[in-house]
T-cell receptor, first 113, second 114 residues
Framework: SQQGEEDPQALSIQEGENATMNCSYK?????LQWYRQNSGRGLVHLIL?????REKHSGRLRVTLDTSKKSSSLLITASRAADTASYFC?????????????FGGGTRLMVKP | ETGVTQSPTHLIKTRGQQVTLRCSSQ?????VSWYQQALGQGPQFIFQ???????GRGNFPPRFSGLQFPNYSSELNVNALELDDSALYLC?????????????FGPGTRLTVL
C-alpha cells in the first residue's frame, strides 16, 4: 500500500506560472522527499525535508512540511516546459539512507510553452 | 546521471518464466533497494540489501528474491512470472551510515510479461 497521496493527480499550466503539488501521508515520519520522473524513467531526487523542518528551498523549488496535518507541498516557481514530468513524494520512517521509501501515486505536471 | 546502472533496459517474457535483473550501485554505496512501479502508479518497495544481506522486505511474495555481491552490485530474480509482474523495476543505491536519506535511482528495467 502507498503511504502518501498526491493532489492533484494531474496538473496543466502555462510556462511561467507556478505549480503547487500536495502530499499527504499516514504514519509518523523522519523525513519526506520529493522525486521527479520523466516519461517512466528513473527517479531524480529533488529535495529532502526533515520532520523538524517546516520549509526548505532549492532553486525554484520550495517545500513545506506540516507534521501536525501529515502533509507537504512542493511549489515550482516560474515553471518551464522542461519541468513537465511526474512528481512523487516519498516518506522515510528512519533517518537513515538505507531505509525504505514509501511513495505516493504522483502528480503528473504538464507545462505548456 | 546518478551513477546507478541497470540492465537490461527492456525485457519481454512469457508467463511462468523466470527473469534476472541487474543493478550496479553508485561508487561508495553499500545499500541497494529494489522497487516495482506499475504503469501510472508510484514505486513500491520490494526489498533492500545491505552488505550482502537482505535488510527489509515489502509486501512481495517469495518468488521475488535477490542477491547482493561483494562489490555491492545486486540482482533481482522473479520466478514463475505473472502478467501483473509487468512493470518498471527500479533499483536505488545509498549509503547507510550517516546518510541524509537520499536514494539514487537507476534508469529502470521495463519488464513486459505476455
Amino acid at each position: 500500500s502507498q503511504q502518501g497521496e498526491e493532489d492533484p493527480q494531474a496538473l496543466s499550466i502555462q510556462e511561467g506560472e507556478n505549480a503547487t503539488m500536495n502530499c499527504s501521508y499516514k504514519t509518523s515520519i523522519n523525513n519526506l522527499q520529493w522525486y521527479r520522473q520523466n516519461s517512466g524513467r528513473g527517479l531524480v531526487h529533488l529535495i529532502l525535508i526533515r520532520s523538524n523542518e517546516r520549509e526548505k528551498h532549492s532553486g525554484r523549488l520550495r517545500v513545506t512540511l506540516d507534521t501536525s496535518k501529515k502533509s507537504s507541498s512542493l511549489l515550482i516557481t516560474a515553471s518551464r516546459a522542461a519541468d513537465t514530468a511526474s512528481y512523487f513524494c516519498a516518506t522515510a520512517r528512519g533517518n537513515n539512507a538505507g531505509n525504505m521509501l514509501t511513495f505516493g501515486g504522483g502528480t503528473r505536471l504538464m507545462v505548456k510553452p | 546521471e546518478t551513477g546507478v546502472t541497470q540492465s537490461p533496459t527492456h525485457l519481454i517474457k512469457t508467463r511462468g518464466q523466470q527473469v534476472t535483473l541487474r543493478c550496479s550501485s553508485q561508487s561508495g554505496h553499500n545499500t541497494v533497494s529494489w522497487y516495482q512501479q506499475a504503469l501510472g502508479q508510484g514505486p513500491q518497495f520490494i526489498f533492500q540489501y545491505y552488505r550482502e544481506e537482505e535488510n527489509g522486505r515489502g509486501n512481495f511474495p517469495p518468488r521475488f528474491s535477490g542477491l547482493q555481491f561483494p562489490n555491492y552490485s545486486s540482482e533481482l530474480n522473479v520466478n514463475a512470472l505473472e502478467l501483473d509482474d509487468s512493470a518498471l523495476y527500479l533499483c536505488a543505491s545509498s549509503m547507510t551510515s550517516g546518510g541524509i536519506g537520499t536514494q539514487y535511482f537507476g534508469p529502470g528495467t521495463r519488464l513486459t510479461v505476455l
